[in-house]
């Protein structure tokens, strides 16, 4: 069974910066299409960003630049580097995981994320 654990996230004030990261147990980490989503207080979780085995990335256009994930498949770990952090980007971040071979995502448990000054 795989696992997701998230950590990284916190209390940040405007402008700031977080780097979140997501460990992955099992084998299939370096097999599949990894990614960021969140979920803000009355909303549907959306799309962070994500990247696939051979490293291309695709973002929610609301990142704009900001952000920049990447993985290291040997330590099985996805990392979300958050600049120029706003109010708006307040939200529980998940990580994400799509099971190609079983047809399924995988979800960790999330990790707060809040912009305030």
């Known amino acids: 069974q795989v696992q997701l654990v998230e950590s990284g996230g916190g209390l940040v004030q405007p402008g700031g910066s977080l780097t979140l990261s997501c460990v992955a147990s099992?084998?299939?980490?370096?097999?599949?299409?990894v990614g960021w989503y969140r979920q803000a207080p009355g909303t549907q979780r959306e799309l962070v960003a994500s990247?696939?085995?051979?490293?291309?990335?695709n973002y929610g256009d609301f990142v704009k630049g900001r952000f920049t994930i990447s993985r290291d498949n040997v330590k099985r770990t996805l990392y979300l580097r958050m600049n120029s952090l706003k109010p708006e980007d307040t939200a529980i971040y998940f990580c994400n995981m799509e099971d190609v071979f079983r047809n399924r995502p995988y979800w960790g448990q999330g990790t707060q994320v809040t912009v305030s000054s």
């Open positions: 099992g084998s299939i980490f370096g097999l599949n299409t």
């Open positions: 990247i696939t085995t051979g490293g291309r990335t």
